[in-house]
């Protein structure tokens, strides 16, 4: 999974707004670079540095952050160009508003992201932390999940995966067995074991999501009861689940909706989010048309999660 620099030209007055937009759209941080920062600045370990100036704009502040390249990338910046550009008709100067992405190098990743992803609250009981953060549980029934997502999808802050964890807080039973379909870090599968799943078949296409979410399962000590394997959507899977969970795009969603109604057991759950709100009416009928049940939708930002049940 590689990663992008969403980088906006703005004033000071749009810098809260267009940060919550950014927070909004699933980025993990946001930093602002405003030339009057440039000053000599101390690190931490008491060295004196200057700023480059070349990083800062000459009139306005660039806000920028963090954003997963994957299939929704495309949609998410449009929406937040849209959510931007729409600040004026609240009276918010939003200057230049020229907005540009580049691809962070995987080199200098690490060090990028791991100062923005920090402790984050999902739902009602799920709370998720980067494996290099002290954290102490606010309540005795508080689920922490521990995670290194890496390059593989899923830091849990994409609203497709906090609607994802918030239907299975809801919807998972004790002891159910369940498919979690493009699994990218692993991080519903976790989620799914903390919750009391007996057992979690993970598949994804993608070698380096299939060894993120082994290696999260074994961060988070339940390894034995992940099994992370690479596989296409549900071809070839004969285990017959109590839950299915996929977040993946409402076009491939709609591929595999007949192999998830087949295999589910009488009464199941089929939890599908990462469907865009144009494309929502697409995948109802898709389901509905292989004989689920529409128990639920959820939708956050442009994002909708629908809940089935066979
Ligand atoms: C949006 S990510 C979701 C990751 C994680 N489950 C979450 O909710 O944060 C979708 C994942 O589906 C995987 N994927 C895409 N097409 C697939 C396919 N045909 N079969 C299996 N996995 C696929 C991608 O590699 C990616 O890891």
Request: proline residues 3%; contains cysteine.
């Given at each position: ?33 405003d030339p ?182 074994e961060l ?45 057991k009488d ?44």
């Open positions: 999974m590689k990663w992008s620099e969403i980088c906006i030209h703005t004033t000071n007055e749009a810098i809260e707004p267009v940060s919550n937009i950014l927070h909004e759209a699933g980025a993990s941080g946001v930093v602002i670079e009057r920062d440039m000053i000599k600045e101390e690190n931490s370990f008491g060295e004196i540095y200057e700023l480059n100036p070349e990083d800062y704009p000459k009139e306005g502040v660039y806000v920028k952050a963090y954003l997963q390249m994957n299939s929704f990338l495309g949609e998410t910046v449009d929406s937040i160009k849209q959510s931007v550009t729409n600040l004026t008709l609240y009276n918010i100067d939003i200057g230049r508003n020229s907005v540009s992405l580049s691809e962070i190098h995987e080199e200098d990743w690490a060090t990028a992201w791991k100062k923005y992803y920090k402790p984050v609250k999902i739902s009602e009981r799920i709370t998720i932390i980067p494996t290099w953060e002290e954290y102490e549980p606010v309540s005795s029934d508080e689920l922490i999940i521990e995670m290194d997502p890496g390059m593989a999808f899923g830091t849990g802050t994409h609203p497709t995966t906090v609607l994802s964890m918030q239907a299975l807080e809801q919807y998972l039973k004790p002891e159910d067995l369940v498919l979690d379909v493009g699994s990218g870090s692993g991080i519903l599968s976790v989620a799914s074991i903390l919750l009391g799943a007996e057992h979690v078949h993970a598949f994804d296409l993608d070698e380096v999501a299939v060894k993120s979410t082994f290696n999260n399962a988070n000590h339940v390894q034995n009861q992940i099994t992370s394997t690479k596989n296409d959507l549900l071809k070839g899977v004969e285990i017959q689940p109590d839950l299915i969970v996929a977040n993946i795009l409402a076009e491939i969603i709609v591929q595999f909706v007949d192999d998830a109604y087949r295999l589910l009464d199941g759950y089929f939890i599908t989010s990462g469907i865009i709100s144009g494309k929502k009416d697409l995948v109802l009928e898709r389901l509905k048309q292989a004989g689920f049940e529409i128990v639920e939708t959820n939708m956050m930002e442009d994002w909708v999660l629908i809940i089935a049940k066979k």
